[in-house]
């Protein structure tokens, strides 16, 4: 079969009758022009998925029947990103990384050394960048997104969690080992702004419990540090 369209349609509409509705829609019967009795792929983004066949098309929306449904297993080794508040020019390819990759959630939080402050809650825009990319990879699951004010918020956030690590370009310890990701329990890996951790910060995640962790020679900008981490963790976990 070949590769089917792919929209989204969230865990609390994914219910008989299946309707699409706004941006999702449009795409479908706008820019592909679709037509009844096409097949289409639908996810929730928490891990269902479906095939579904277009029954009807209106003028705002479009109804479907469910011809049937699958169930995508979360990670066994959840990853979560925290990192600092940055630029957001390159938070966009962050967040389609996190998708591609696989990161369970990405936690952003306000640094000494943002660019501005973090929203307290997350923007729409963030949901239709994750949205997208996971269209485009096939993937039924979204990363969950939060904002925290600092890395206090951050460390009682991943108190319950197996593996903590900090991603500190300071810090002369050994580079991080992959299995040190992986974890049944979840792991949170903190990454610093544009411009890095200020050395209270790394010493507040430090007497928290997080391990200090090198990520190479280079100093990297913060997409790129957590592009590594995530293909490392994505390495390791599969080796499992």
Same mark, same amino acid.
């Given at each position: 079969m070949p590769r089917l369209n792919s929209f989204h349609l969230?865990? @609390?509409?994914w219910r008989e009758p299946f309707v699409l509705d706004g941006?999702? @829609? $449009? =795409?479908?019967?706008? &820019?592909? $022009?679709? +037509?009844? *009795?096409?097949?289409? +792929?639908?996810f929730d983004g928490c891990g269902r998925w479906g095939i579904? +066949?277009?029954? !009807?098309?209106?003028? $705002?929306?479009?109804?479907? &029947? %469910?011809v049937e449904e699958h169930?995508?297993?979360?990670?066994a080794f959840p990853l979560t990103l925290a990192v600092g508040w940055s630029k957001g020019l390159r938070r966009g390819f962050l967040l389609e990384k996190a998708v591609e990759l696989g990161a369970a959630a990405v936690w952003f939080w306000q640094a000494a050394r943002s660019q501005g402050e973090v929203p307290e809650d997350g923007k729409e825009g963030w949901e239709r960048q994750l949205i997208a990319a996971a269209k485009q990879?096939?993937?039924?699951? %979204?990363? #969950?997104? !939060?904002?925290?004010? *600092?890395? *206090?918020?951050? @460390?009682l956030a991943a108190a319950g969690m197996g593996s903590n690590v900090l991603c500190w370009e300071k810090e002369d310890s050994r580079l991080v080992?992959?299995? @040190? %990701? /992986?974890?049944? +329990?979840?792991?949170?890996? &903190?990454?610093?702004?544009?411009?890095g951790l200020e050395d209270p910060e790394a010493r507040a995640? /430090? #007497? =928290?419990g997080f391990t200090p962790v090198g990520l190479g020679p280079s100093i990297l900008r913060? #997409?790129?540090a957590a592009t590594f981490v995530m293909s490392l963790h994505l390495w390791a976990a599969n080796r499992r």
């Open positions: 969230a865990p @609390a509409l941006e999702e @829609a $449009r =795409h479908l019967t706008r &820019v592909l $022009r679709a +037509r009844v *009795g096409d097949t289409v +792929r639908l579904f +066949r277009i029954e !009807r098309i209106g003028k $705002r929306d479009a109804g479907l &029947v %469910l169930a995508a297993p979360a990670s990879c096939g993937t039924a699951w %979204l990363p #969950e997104i !939060r904002t925290f004010a *600092g890395p *206090g918020n951050v @460390a080992e992959p299995d @040190a %990701l /992986v974890h049944p +329990r979840g792991c949170v890996a &903190v990454l610093g702004p544009e411009g995640f /430090v #007497e =928290h913060f #997409e790129t």
